[in-house]
């Protein structure tokens, strides 16, 4: 998976309760992506980042919000999780030239529930 | 704004036979397409891209794809399908405008019968 891991891979919690997802790779590129997966919805963007401390909304950015303080790590953190956040969520990086040509290349997921 | 259509859910077909999996895109401008693949519990695998040039791209396990500007299509196809193929399949587009998302289709399952 292109030199990307994502923890947890599997996460259970609460309603109301924050939660934090961590990407961490060692390709050291510049772009990172967090989409989520939903059934007849394919992957949605939420967030993404062009460098350290440098980040921008997707299109279902509301309710999340994103961290990256070192070019390997990118944190997904939802600030207080509902049911409709229960999702498949997977992060994805790119090549660092920026060009739009270039492939984003994905992680293993974290299948988040929330009760 | 940027959308991409994968009109079947599912497509079965047998062992040896060829296989085609069908995208049509809307966009802005020129577009970049793309076809991952995911098989279960797995991420999205890269299978190949358009950018430019040749019409026919070729990609990784015999995956090949058309684009066809006309048609607004870039139809996944492949000469001879396996049973391994059996996954879920990806077309995303990205336009020309400078966005940085990928947006994606819906997927199509591939069932390769024995």
């Known amino acids: 998976d292109a030199g990307i891991t994502q923890s947890p891979r599997h996460k259970v919690t609460e309603t109301g309760t924050p939660v934090t997802l961590r990407c961490h790779q060692t390709?050291?590129?510049?772009?990172m992506y967090w989409y989520r997966q939903d059934p007849g919805h394919g992957l949605r963007l939420i967030h993404y980042?062009?460098?350290?401390?440098?980040?921008d909304k997707g299109e279902v950015s509301d309710g999340y919000s994103v961290s990256r303080s070192k070019t390997e790590d990118f944190l997904l953190t939802l600030e207080s999780a509902t049911s409709s956040q229960t999702s498949v969520y997977f992060c994805?990086?790119?090549?660092?030239?920026?060009?739009?040509?270039?492939?984003?290349?994905f992680g293993p997921g974290t299948r988040l529930l929330v009760l | 704004a940027q959308s991409v259509a994968q009109p079947e859910d599912q497509v079965n077909v047998a062992e040896g036979n060829p296989l085609t999996v069908k995208c049509t895109y809307s966009?802005?401008?020129?577009?970049?397409l793309f076809w991952y693949v995911q098989y279960p519990n797995r991420g999205l695998q890269f299978l190949l891209k358009?950018?430019?040039?040749?019409?026919l791209v070729k990609g990784s396990y015999g995956f090949e794809a058309e684009f066809n500007k006309s048609q607004t299509s870039f139809h996944l196809k492949k000469p001879s399908a396996l049973v391994s193929d059996s996954a879920l399949y990806f077309c995303?587009?990205?336009?020309?405008?400078?966005?940085?998302?990928?947006?994606f289709g819906s997927g199509t399952r591939l069932q390769v019968q024995p």
């Open positions: 966009v802005s401008g020129n577009p970049y």
């Open positions: 358009y950018i430019t040039g040749d019409n």
């Open positions: 994805a990086i790119s090549e660092s030239k920026g060009t739009l040509q270039e492939t984003q290349y």
């Open positions: 995303a587009v990205r336009d020309g405008t400078g966005r940085r998302a990928l947006t």
């Open positions: 390709e050291n590129h510049r772009y």
């Open positions: 980042s062009y460098g350290v401390k440098d980040t």
